[in-house]
């Protein structure tokens, strides 16, 4: 179900890039798309770089998972263009690292999106009432399903606005067509009604984030 060549299923393996906190460099748009897990002992995941199965890392209990238990998630090593997809509470959220030209285009929006000031304030935290949605710019977070009917979009690196000109990436939603920007706003006249949902996260470190927390729960 892949939206030509710039979108791409997530391989099964583990892996991940770095880049520095303050500094986005250009992208290297050959290295698009990887899955990991994530979990309580994530560090020791990032430092052994092996694929592990989840549930032999991260196994909490019952009361955990009905509360649905923050995840740590190490994004030391995502580089410009990448995204990861970790896990909470049984959904995938997507983790991903943007460049400035991609910061600069998601201020100038692509016009036609259907609430682009997020001022639905059930679909992010407040701090993500911004163009990047996000607490820090370079950094998205969203829930990767989509506001329609559930299905997961497609990471779309390039061109996933083909009516609209220009190069700029976003998400796509195989299901019935509805596309997203890098932001995950939605764009008006699709199926989906809502911007992606933006879960409740911080940063415990610059390149470790916690999934299922806000600043100041810890
Ligand atoms: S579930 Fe995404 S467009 Fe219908």
């Known amino acids: 179900m892949s939206n030509g ?14 880049a520095p906190a303050n500094k986005v460099p250009e992208v290297n748009k050959k290295r698009r798309y990887f899955l990991i897990k994530a979990t309580s002992a994530v560090a020791a995941v990032g430092v052994a770089g092996v694929a592990v199965p989840f549930v032999q ?3 909490p209990s019952a009361k955990a998972k009905a509360l649905g238990a923050p995840v740590k998630v190490d994004i030391s090593k995502i580089a410009p263009g990448e995204m990861l997809v970790a896990a909470w509470r049984g959904k995938p959220i997507f983790i991903l690292l943007r460049d ?22 059930e679909m992010q935290p407040e701090f993500a009432v911004n163009s990047h949605r996000s607490l820090r710019p370079e ?4 829930l990767g399903i989509c506001t329609h009917l559930g299905c997961s979009p497609k990471y ?18 195989p299901c019935h067509g509805s596309r997203f920007d890098l932001a995950g706003r939605v764009v008006s006249a699709v199926p989906a009604p809502d911007n992606l949902e933006v879960p409740p996260y911080r ?5 470790l984030i916690v999934i299922g927390e ?4 810890a």
Do not use: K, R
């Open 203 to 207: 940063y415990e470190t610059d390149t």
């Open 5 to 18: 060549d710039a979108s791409h299923d997530a391989p099964a393996g583990d892996s991940a890039s770095a």
């Open 100 to 121: 400035q030209a991609t910061l600069d285009a998601l201020d100038e929006g692509i016009g036609n999106l259907a609430d682009p000031d997020s001022e639905n304030a």
């Open 156 to 173: 779309v690196v390039t061109d996933n606005f083909p009516d609209s000109g220009g190069d700029q990436g976003g998400f796509f939603c």
């Open 57 to 59: 890392y991260w196994n």
């Open 139 to 142: 950094i998205g977070v969203y």
């Open 214 to 217: 806000l600043e100041g729960a």
